[in-house]
């Protein structure tokens, strides 16, 4: 089998005329900040494939601010329930990372889905390793505090686009962590006051990783170690 320069690792991964045949039906398009791509409880029209995007999955919990429970990057898929059988998204999907990806119907993706046995078991994979990552943030959200998981959720999202620089505003982090933005704050302040990265008027730069990844809570390796295809 022909290595297959996909950007999209999820896609990478499949035999190549598989992955020839997806390519076909995928359309390429760009993903604006702040987009919302599903609700909860709203039926999934689309899957998405991040390239050079990120994607916030969000639980909603009455009277609280809504909370990020999964992050799909350029390693997977938006709209995983329908490998499943689901047609219906159990949490927000929130484009926090601007950029491209590659879309596809989700009537066509399940047509692809019943004829594609190895497009099925990497989606079984990915779904199980989406699993583990919501598990693990649930865990995380409960007993760890602000200042390793924002760590953690610098260095997660480092990893799923792939850059070292990105634009986060306040408000978004807040939601990400599930505090308030003073909480965001200090945490900010503190990973800059320790030369770990610099932020400024919505725009984070990683300066340090190797720091950042000593900072951040063990939940970080676990779920990069569960992630076998995200980047180094
Ligand atoms: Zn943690």
Request: positive net charge; proline residues 5%.
């Amino acid at each position: 089998m022909n290595r297959i320069q996909a950007a999209n690792s999820l896609l990478a991964a499949l035999p190549r005329k598989n992955y020839l045949r997806l390519l076909a039906g995928l359309e390429l398009v760009t993903m604006n900040f702040g987009e919302v791509l599903y609700e909860p409880g709203q039926p999934i029209q689309e899957v998405y494939f991040p390239t050079q995007s990120l994607v916030s999955l969000l639980t909603l919990v009455e009277g609280h601010l809504a909370l990020e429970v999964g992050l799909v990057g350029w390693e997977g898929m938006v709209g995983f329930p329908l490998a499943l059988g689901v047609e219906v998204s159990p949490v927000r999907a929130l484009v926090q990372g601007a950029g491209p990806a590659l879309r596809m119907s989700a009537a066509r993706f399940r047509a692809e889905l019943r004829r594609s046995p190895p497009l099925q078991r990497e989606l079984h994979r990915y779904v199980n390793t989406m699993m583990a990552q919501i598990s693990q943030t649930a865990g995380c959200n409960r007993f760890h505090v602000v200042e390793p998981r924002l760590a953690r959720w610098l260095l997660m999202t480092r990893d799923r686009v792939r850059a070292g620089e990105f634009r986060m505003t306040q408000e978004f982090l807040s939601h990400m962590l599930g505090v308030r933005r003073v909480g965001v704050t200090e945490a900010a302040s503190a990973l800059q006051k320790r030369g770990l990265i610099e932020y400024r008027r919505g725009h984070i730069n990683i300066l340090d990783h190797r720091g950042l990844e000593k900072a951040a809570c063990a939940c970080y390796e676990r779920v990069r170690d569960m992630h076998g295809a995200v980047a180094p």
